[in-house]
């Protein structure tokens, strides 16, 4: 009989320390869910304040789309009540005077260049009309015995760059 009373006692103690290890869980599951309600309060927070920013943001970028938009078409009736172009006006005065012998082929200064060497040549210049908004000008004649298609190919080549004023055909 002595042993069913140590198999009780066990039995009670046993009892005792789940009940205990019971309430130990229960304790800190509370913190737990108490700490995961305050983060979540923090988070929810968080994410309300975003939206309004982003709500502002939206409201703003729409405000601006829209003055562009006004400022597009107040251009545009400028425009046609003025006749103003979007075509760059020329550069003051002459740039070069070049003769086309070829049709990639002329004479600057007496020095035979093809138009990726003039354009080379005047990059410098042609960089600072285009940041000052106009294009420089330069003059261009026929070389002697070119055809007319090799003129023209001549003259194409130096509009990419130049506005071309054709002296002498």
Same mark, same amino acid.
């Given at each position: 009989m002595k042993t069913s009373k140590v198999t009780a006692f066990s039995l009670v103690e046993l009892l005792a320390v789940l009940l205990l290890f019971l309430a130990v869980i229960s !304790?800190?599951?509370a913190e737990i869910a108490r700490e995961l309600t305050l983060k979540t309060q923090v988070v929810e927070e968080q994410v309300r304040a975003l939206r309004g920013r982003l709500d502002r943001e939206g409201r703003r970028r729409q405000r601006l789309i829209e003055e562009k938009r006004r400022s597009e078409a107040e251009v545009e009736r400028l425009r046609g009540e003025y006749g103003i172009s979007n075509i760059p006006p020329p550069? &003051?005065?002459w740039l070069a005077e070049v003769e086309i012998i070829g049709p990639n082929t002329f004479i600057l200064g007496g020095r035979p260049l093809t138009g *990726? &060497? @003039?354009a080379d040549l005047f990059g410098d210049e042609i960089a600072a009309a285009s940041q000052s908004g106009c294009v420089h !000008? @330069? $003059?261009a004649s026929p070389g !002697?015995? =070119?055809s007319l298609k090799e *003129? =023209? $190919?001549g003259l194409a080549i130096l509009e990419r760059s130049f *506005?071309?004023?054709r002296i002498g055909s």
């Open positions: !304790r800190q599951d550069c &003051e005065g *990726y &060497e @003039i !000008r @330069i $003059r !002697r015995s =070119l *003129y =023209l $190919r *506005y071309v004023k």
